[in-house]
């Protein structure tokens, strides 16, 4: 069973940034998919940033385009979210998620369903991203 484990969430003035890591107990398998989800409280869970790691083409949400930047390490099987100019409604639960190939049926696919959490079969317990006014 894959572990994933976040690190790096805090406290950070607004138009800060942070870089969070989410770090893997074992290997996917090279066509594999992650991606980085937040919550709020009262609120559903968001899709953010997702990457595909056979060639490392990347989707983002709307809400961050622009700000937040995901990649992935292969080497030290870890993905990172690095996250720029955060404003106060950026503050939540900060989830990473990896899905094993069979879960997205080709690039079209996986542009129209890489933000669907219910793609992902692996999550991580989440960090808190806390930013203030």
């Known amino acids: 069973q894959v572990q994933l484990v976040e690190s790096g969430g805090g406290s950070v003035q607004a138009g800060g940034s942070l870089r969070l890591s989410c770090a893997a107990s074992?290997?996917?398998?090279?066509?594999?998919?992650m991606a980085w989800f937040r919550q709020a409280p009262g609120k559903e869970r968001e899709g953010l940033a997702a990457i595909w790691n056979y060639d490392g083409r990347t989707l983002y949400g709307d809400s961050v385009k622009g700000r937040f930047t995901i990649s992935h390490d292969k080497a030290e099987n870890t993905l990172y979210l690095q996250m720029n100019s955060l404003k106060p409604e950026d503050t939540a639960m900060y989830y990473c998620?990896?899905?094993?190939?069979?879960?997205?049926?080709?690039?079209?696919?996986?542009?129209?369903?890489?933000?669907?959490?219910?793609?992902?079969?692996?999550w991580g317990p989440g960090t808190q991203v806390t930013v203030s006014s």
């Open positions: 074992e290997y996917i398998g090279v066509n594999n998919y």
């Open positions: 998620a990896a899905a094993r190939s069979a879960a997205f049926a080709g690039v079209s696919h996986w542009v129209s369903q890489a933000m669907n959490q219910l793609r992902y079969s692996y």
